[in-house]
């Protein structure tokens, strides 16, 4: 028995050896690019990569996946892997519900299918039927459900849907009676809800792109009005702004069908907001608040005025009442003043207003009468995250969902009259949470600014610096990072993994100040949070740079890009998802140019001369050992468009020293994330953690 366990462990360290082996890459054709930025002269030899149709392209992409496919294949738990992640994700799991008129819906995945599938009920206890099921609009799921809109009435649903992960949009309605799906269809729709109002809802859309629609800026971005029975071309422009064509604008209606309210962004931080009174047709929009410095949510209208959710003279938000006949800030009420902690939004609810707040990147939620007065809070099972809240205004029953790190996402029903909760639908999953421990720890980072973190791992954790660990974050837009449980990083923490998650300056878990601390100039300082969150570990005995991986998407993408570029010595193993990477070009291509508000962009001097200290792609120097490096991209991202991980990943192959491998991933007929299938996400936690497990030197039990 000792010599075929002997055997076994020789064969599979052979096995992962095997993989070491040194990597030949694709050579990528290099071309003479410069621009000139204010008198430096930055070199672009893989321009041709943003070209997202070219043949080279194509060509360039099937070889950097066949490489990957040779590196992952090799490793000997792979499959092992797949399996595990294909028995936990098998559970069914249920959305909140939410309710139009007579009936409720509700989102259900039985386990395994790729898309979720939406249900309806007549009243909350009537008899439950599919109204939509998106599995049955593709062959391979990469069709998925984007939004959807019941009218007042009960009567339509109005739904888009996106293809292979891209941004655009078609909507359609359906009968939801009969659930027969009527003739109209909108297309070239992007960054939209439905906000119904009579026999039709407003929208929003581009015009059809010129060039190609997965790269080409969006502009021109305007309100229609669609009528239901009638084709596009008859639906009527409610607003637009011909002399600012980069601005991007969104529609609600209050719940009464009163007032329409126009939102008015031109990057992700701060909106102007416009209104009008559809009782009186003849009136033009009214502006209430002038952009972009402060945020503004209309929650719903008591009577003729408005309640709105603002950091206008309040970074952690406030609810105040508005009269738009006397919009000025002097002439608001406050109804909910601004607290310590920072007020995330406000449902109303038999004549309650329920306030969801964040504190120390945690929720809380309280009971306020419409006059501001707390009525009560709303006891929440432990340290985690409100997933939603639904309710109409006269309702007296709500629906919300919960969620922790160990905790899956669970429906609850909620009686506003007696202030109980009951478990509605609480999941049955193949995982022991008792198992493992969560805890919040604060770290001073560069500045001596505390950071707060959580760590996840096995009870009974030795503290001896050998742990494998991977730290997560993300650190802009204003976006939080809270507990929520994730099925695909099960395998990593069943295998003694740490798992880390940073709360980064440029989030909003301390609102608005929190938020600008990490943004143009200042982005730095998400960097110098992330590094000492590694510094912290290290010196606590979780782990050792050896034994330390990072990870994140988007802009999260961007920060291991920087913190790889910064400090390539410090961690082993780098996993950047659809990072923006070339901070001097990422405004050029679709809706980048809204995020300047966050970055800042190469056009200023002032710009160009702080992004180019950290941008990825051109901090990357040659004859440096950088981390083992899996990244990820698809070819229909047009979010942050593949182009940024294409030429990062090409010049990151051709700079790297040492055996680290450096891999790309490129998921074909995907996007940025939203609506990937079943199939294609646990393919890819699959690749992700074989990747990070064989890199760290674990073994798969």
């Not at 890009?561 to 990422?586: K, N, S, W």
Request: aromatic share 12%.
């Amino acid at each position: 028995m000792k010599k075929l366990s002997l055997f076994l462990a020789v064969m599979s360290l052979f096995a992962m050896n095997s993989c070491k082996h040194s990597i030949k890459y694709p050579v990528a054709q290099k071309v003479d690019t410069v621009d000139n930025y204010f008198g430096t002269k930055i070199a672009d030899p893989y321009r041709w990569m943003e070209n997202d149709t070219s043949k080279a392209t194509a060509e360039w992409v099937i070889a950097e996946n066949k490489i990957t496919e040779d590196y992952l294949s090799k490793i000997p738990f792979r499959n092992k892997i797949r399996e595990r992640h294909t028995k936990i994700w098998n559970f069914p799991k249920y959305g909140v519900p939410f309710h139009e008129g007579q009936w409720y819906f509700f989102f259900k995945n039985d386990g395994l299918q790729n898309q979720s599938v939406l249900y309806v009920r007549k009243g909350i206890a009537g008899e439950i039927r599919v109204l939509l099921d998106p599995n049955k609009l593709s062959e391979d799921g990469t069709v998925a459900l984007s939004e959807q809109s019941a009218s007042n009435d009960g009567k339509y649903l109005a739904y888009s849907i996106s293809r292979s992960g891209s941004d655009w949009n078609e909507i359609y309605v359906l009968d939801i009676e009969t659930g027969k799906v009527l003739t109209d269809k909108l297309e070239w729709v992007k960054f939209s809800g439905m906000a119904w109002q009579k026999n039709g809802f407003y929208y929003s859309r581009f015009d059809e792109p010129k060039g190609s629609a997965l790269s080409n800026q969006n502009e021109n971005h305007k309100v229609y009005y669609h009528t239901i029975g009638t084709t596009q071309a008859a639906d009527k422009l409610i607003y637009e702004n011909k002399s600012q064509p980069k601005r991007n604008y969104g529609a609600q209606v209050t719940e009464d069908e009163r007032f329409l309210l126009i939102y008015e962004s031109e990057t992700t931080s701060g909106v102007g907001l416009y209104y009008k009174d559809l009782l009186k047709p003849a009136m033009s929009f009214i502006q209430i608040a002038e952009g972009f410095e402060f945020e503004y949510g209309v929650v719903d209208n008591v009577g003729d005025k408005l309640l709105v959710v603002t950091n206008n003279k309040a970074p952690r938000k406030k609810l105040v009442m508005i009269d738009p006949a006397k919009p000025q800030p002097e002439n608001w009420q406050t109804i909910i003043p601004e607290k310590e902690e920072v007020l995330e939004g406000i449902s109303l609810a038999g004549g309650k207003a329920v306030a969801y707040y964040m504190h120390n990147a945690t929720s809380k939620v309280y009971v306020y009468d419409l006059n501001g007065k707390m009525i009560s809070e709303l006891g929440l099972p432990g340290i985690g995250t409100l997933a939603g809240f639904s309710s109409k205004k006269k309702d007296t029953i709500a629906f919300y969902g919960y969620t922790s790190f160990t905790f899956p996402s669970t429906i609850y029903k909620y009686d506003l009259l007696t202030g109980k909760s009951e478990i509605y639908n609480k999941p049955e999953i193949d995982f022991d949470a008792t198992a493992f421990e969560v805890k919040q720890v604060f770290y001073k980072s560069k500045d001596g600014t505390e950071i707060p973190m959580f760590i996840i791992h096995k009870k009974g954790l030795v503290l001896d610096g050998n742990n494998p660990t991977l730290v997560y974050g993300y650190g802009g837009f204003n976006i939080s990072l809270t507990p929520a449980f994730s099925i695909s990083r099960l395998v990593f923490l069943e295998n003694g993994g740490v798992y880390a998650m940073v709360n980064l300056r440029g989030g909003g878990e301390f609102g608005e100040e929190w938020h600008k601390a990490g943004i143009k100039e200042k982005k730095q300082n998400v960097f110098d949070d992330f590094i000492a969150a590694a510094e912290y570990l290290i010196k606590e005995k979780y782990t050792r740079s050896e034994k330390l991986a990072m990870m994140g998407g988007s802009n999260g993408g961007l920060l291991i890009g920087a913190v790889m570029t910064q400090r390539p010595e410090l961690f082993h193993v780098a996993i950047p998802q659809v990072g923006v990477m070339d901070m001097l070009r990422y405004h050029k291509f679709t809706i980048g140019h809204a995020w300047a508000g966050d970055y800042g962009t190469s056009d200023t001097k002032e710009g160009f001369d702080y992004l180019i200290k950290y941008s990825p792609l051109q901090t990357l120097k040659k004859g440096v050992q950088y981390p083992a490096t899996l990244a990820f991209t698809a070819d229909h991202d047009d979010r942050v468009v593949p182009a940024h991980t294409f030429k990062f990943m090409a010049t990151l192959q051709e700079d790297q020293a040492g055996d680290n491998p450096v891999l790309v991933r490129i998921e074909s007929k995907a996007g940025h994330g939203a609506g990937k299938p079943t199939a294609k996400l646990i393919d890819e936690v699959t690749d992700l953690w074989s990747f990070v497990l064989y890199n760290l030197g674990m073994n798969f039990k």
